[in-house]
């Protein structure tokens, strides 16, 4: 054998370059399995050189020693009764090298024609690195696919002119109940399982938002297998290909749970709200009903006041001025006591009528709202010195007891408000009748409100301003302006 590898015959140059170009590792044997020709790809695989390795046996070098027998069979077989089951096709089996390691190998015998006893050529490829690769596309796919599952949402990829899914990760099933078989095959599944309230405007937003090139998102309700509703934030990118939208791919994520977190608490917002009004309205009810006790108590303190002391007071002057008419002009001392007495009881008498009309003007139920108002300012006039100017309109305003006072009442802490605080040198009042609401403006030139207290509470006076002008659905407005003075407004419907 060493001579046959030695001494090449005249076409062996020939069939030696070949052997030498070739990128598989050719091996040849005789009919015993001893190696023949082994070219430098084969060598390079196997780790033995030619020199080394030809004349040995198939079995004793790169064949395992598991698939051993089975050469020897295979051998001793064909040579017996002309048929190899192996020959002329490819097959894949296992492979040695010199150092003992297995490998995976693609490999191809032929009988080499003309030879006898036969001869016969092995084409053999190592499969390692395809397997490596091969092996790597797998679990790179596993990865993907564990990856896509593992997202607590579903995965999807469409196609962007007929919006069928191509792809659709399992949790949809989940997700939503649906076999993926529906998604993937019915042509509009998706539009058909969004909720109807959502349905227009979230394929029209989708398929805007696609004509344009943009991503988009967008949170919407499809209806489960199951008939129940669950939110959906759907994140979504176009995918460009020639300029045009070829796919959109998406992830939609689970966030019914979020939704009914935000819809609890706008109902416990709106029920807090609810009960804060119910609250606010029972409170205003009963701040009205004690305003009107007030008043009434007034009233009629005022009227007791005013017609039990008042008479008792001008019987006592008639009795006075009667024993004055009856007294001898030499009781000097007697008369000058009846003098100061009937004096004494005059400014008592007016004392009355002042107290009693504070507490309650007669006039305001005698003679209306306008007429009340001109004699408190010029009440005001009188005790502050602060002239007020008047601007009323003509006749008079008829409402009933309850709401003139409240006008009045406001009227009043308007005024003290700015004998105590404004430090003003002047008042104008002003009362317009409109259409439908009666306007009370009361404007000083002093200090001018400062806005903190337009806002800040503890003080009641403005508070309860604005809680008579309600309570008859109308509105107080006070602007104040620093250095310039205060306006207070008041608007009342007719
Ligand atoms: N015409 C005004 N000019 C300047 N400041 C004013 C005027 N009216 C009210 N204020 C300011 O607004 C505050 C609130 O007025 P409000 O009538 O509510 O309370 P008050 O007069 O201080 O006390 P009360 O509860 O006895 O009325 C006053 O303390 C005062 O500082
Ligand atoms: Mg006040």
Known sequence: MR????????????????????LD??????????????NPVAERTFGYTAEQISGKKLEETIIPPSLREQHRRGLKNYMATGKGPILNKRIEMIAMRKDGA??????????????????????????????????????????????????????????????KFTFVSKQAERMLGYPLENWLEKPGFWAEHIHPDDREWAVSFCVRATAEKKDHQFEYRMLRADGTVVWLHDIVTVVIEDGRPAKLRGVMVDITERKQAEEDL?????????????????????????ESAREDERNRVAREIHDELGQSLTGLKFEVSSLL????????????????????????????????AELRPRILDDLGLLEAIKWQAKEFQKHTGI????????????????????????FQETLTNIARHAGAAGVEVRVQKQDKQVVLEVRD??????????????SFGLLGMEERARLFGGKLSIKGVVGKGTTVTVQMPY
């Open 387 to 410: 002239p007020c100017a008047m601007d009323l309109p003509g006749g008079e305003i008829t409402w009933n007891q309850e709401k003139s006072t409240a006008m009045f009442r406001i």
């Open 3 to 22: 001579d046959f590898l030695k001494r090449p015959k005249a076409s062996d140059a020939y069939k030696k370059a070949i052997l030498e170009s070739a």
């Open 102 to 163: 297995e490998f995976p190998v693609e490999l191809t015998v032929v009988r080499i024609p003309g030879e006898d006893p036969p001869k016969f050529c092995g084409y053999v490829r190592d499969l390692t690195d395809r397997r490596r690769a091969e092996d790597a596309l797998r679990r790179s796919r596993h990865a993907y696919a564990a990856l896509v599952e593992s997202i607590d949402g579903i995965v999807w990829e469409l196609d962007a002119q007929t919006f």
């Open 325 to 356: 008419k009856k007294i001898s002009p030499g009781q000097q001392e007697s008369l000058k006591k009846l003098a100061a007495m009937q004096k004494l009881i005059d400014a008592t008498i007016q004392s009355v009528r002042r107290i009693s």
């Open 445 to 458: 030139n002093g200090r001018g409100i400062a806005e903190e207290r337009l806002s800040g509470s503890g």
């Open 266 to 290: 706008r109902k416990a917002h709106e029920e807090l709200d609810r009960k804060r009004k119910e609250e606010a309205r029972r409170l205003r009810g009963l701040a009205a009903r004690l």
């Open 25 to 38: 590792c050719v091996i040849t044997i005789d009919h015993d399995g001893r190696i023949l020709e082994f």
